[in-house]
């Protein structure tokens, strides 16, 4: 039903700034919350920043304290602020539902490269 196009990413050195966008084809509001997900080649997909269903935030600790999610509902859009990037944040992208039951398809991704 609702479709997910990722954008923002790109090439960027260790200790750079990235802003991901999430641009949803409909309301971002559900009973699922939202997140985002990361896969490095060879490795399953990882959920490294979401809402809650209470409305908070949730961060993998890998990205805690550089990495901050934030939505605008009214766009139909989410968004990650991606600050102190590392080589390891080397993956592309994707946000989708935060809970698996609401997952139903996978948009394209965008691709991070830190390396320098």
Do not use: H
């Not at 990413?9 to 949803?24: D, E, I, K, N, Y």
């Amino acid at each position: 039903q609702v479709q997910f196009v990722e954008s923002g990413g790109g090439l960027v050195q260790p200790g750079g700034s990235l802003r991901l966008t999430c641009a949803a084809s409909g309301s971002i509001s559900s009973i699922y919350p939202m997140g985002w997900y990361r896969q490095a080649p060879g490795n399953q997909r990882e959920l490294v920043a979401s809402f809650t269903t209470a409305g908070s935030k949730n961060y993998a600790d890998s990205v805690k304290g550089r990495f901050t999610i934030s939505r605008d509902n009214a766009k139909n859009t989410v968004y990650l602020q991606m600050n102190s990037l590392k080589s390891e944040d080397t993956a592309v992208y994707y946000c989708n539902y935060a809970v698996r039951a609401g997952i139903r398809n996978w948009g394209r991704g965008t691709q991070v490269t830190v390396s320098s």
